[in-house]
């Protein structure tokens, strides 16, 4: 039984991998935003997206007259040629106002508590930190604040490690899935070379191809083919964990299906456990998407917090979420393993 006297509060913290996109989801009710530098250190590196010295300026100072918090994802891993790159854009993020930093490299974590000892660290989801002895071993060392949790722990692992850990504990609560290791995308590196743990981007535009020959769309990938599309079928940005490919003579999606986190459902369920904050995926989307995902969100949580026994997930609310889901669908991933 989920009581009122056991709910907290919840942050929710939103893409913005522009300055619309920041301002549109502090607009529909975000707590704190997160953002990346226009590089390699963080993991959405893609041309087009990501901050100018001006706009960190005017986002951050928005974002603070409106009583909302800042997060800097610098969650790359250092590369041994070029580490002082990453250093630079701890600086770059206390220089800017950052509220907080998002390190994923224990190396870089050593770096920002030394040089800034009151500088809010979380651990970054590229940490893969999964259990609470590896949480609490980041804390003794470096002193995070919080953590955020991969994409592969149910409900009642979740709420065994708040119980042991004084860290604060963010978890998704909306986005694209991939097979990926939280980050560390082997398929991408085998591939092209690059991957969004060193250079800060899946499936780099340099190596992404398109092609329309007979009214069929192929997608390539460094000259692989990834997917075909046929007349009017929605093309997706072509990623090799998401493509088609023969198998058996039967062409489908031989390792994973495009789909969507949604934890609508489980929102009573978070707050009673104490997670301290609901994230959702996408600084390579749209300020629309982050817009409606917020709102979305926003009143679902506001719902839950007022009034948790009688909360229910609203058709309206599944709905419009269900419109920003890769492959239009949704799952509840791992925070529930019905196939267990």
Not at 61 to 84: C, E, M, R, W
Not at 150 to 166: D, G
Request: hydrophobic share 40%; net charge neutral; aromatic share 8%.
């Amino acid at each position: 039984m989920i009581t009122i006297s056991t709910m907290k509060t919840m942050d929710l913290v939103a893409p913005a991998g522009s300055l619309l996109a920041l301002k549109t989801a502090i607009k529909q009710g975000a707590d704190a935003v997160y953002l990346g530098l226009r590089n390699a250190t963080n993991a959405r590196n893609f041309g087009g997206l990501n901050f100018s010295e001006t706009d960190i300026r005017v986002g951050v100072d928005y974002a603070h007259q409106h009583g909302k918090q800042v997060l800097f994802a610098i969650n790359t891993y250092p590369q041994a040629s070029s580490a002082q790159e990453w250093r630079t854009a701890v600086d770059t993020a206390v220089l800017f106002g950052a509220d907080a930093v998002i390190l994923a490299d224990p190396g870089l974590m050593a770096y920002a508590r030394d040089r800034y000892p009151e500088l809010r660290l979380h651990l970054s989801v590229q940490n893969s930190a999964t259990t609470v002895d590896a949480i609490e071993l980041m804390r003794e060392q470096f002193g995070i604040r919080r953590a955020v949790l991969p994409r592969v722990l149910t409900l009642a692992e979740i709420e065994k490690i708040i119980r042991q850990t004084s860290v604060e504990i963010e978890v998704f609560g909306f986005g694209s899935l991939c097979v990926m290791v939280e980050g560390r995308c082997l398929l991408s590196s085998y591939v092209t070379g690059d991957s969004p743990n060193n250079r800060g981007v899946c499936s780099p535009a340099h190596a992404v191809s398109w092609e329309e020959k007979d009214q069929v769309l192929s997608a390539r990938l460094s000259g692989n083919l990834i997917d075909q599309y046929a007349p009017n079928e929605a093309a997706a940005y072509p990623t090799l964990c998401k493509g088609r490919f023969e198998v058996d003579g039967e062409i489908d999606y031989a390792l994973e299906e495009p789909t969507s986190l949604n934890a609508l459902g489980l929102l009573p369920q978070l707050l009673s456990m104490g997670v301290r904050a609901l994230k959702v995926e996408g600084r390579q989307r749209s300020p629309n998407y982050v817009g409606q995902v917020v709102a979305t969100l926003r009143n679902a949580l506001d719902a839950a917090q007022r009034d948790p026994v009688r909360y229910s997930a609203r058709p309206d609310w599944q709905a419009a979420l269900a419109r920003h889901a890769e492959g239009a669908q949704v799952t509840q991933g791992a925070f529930e393993r019905p196939w267990k």
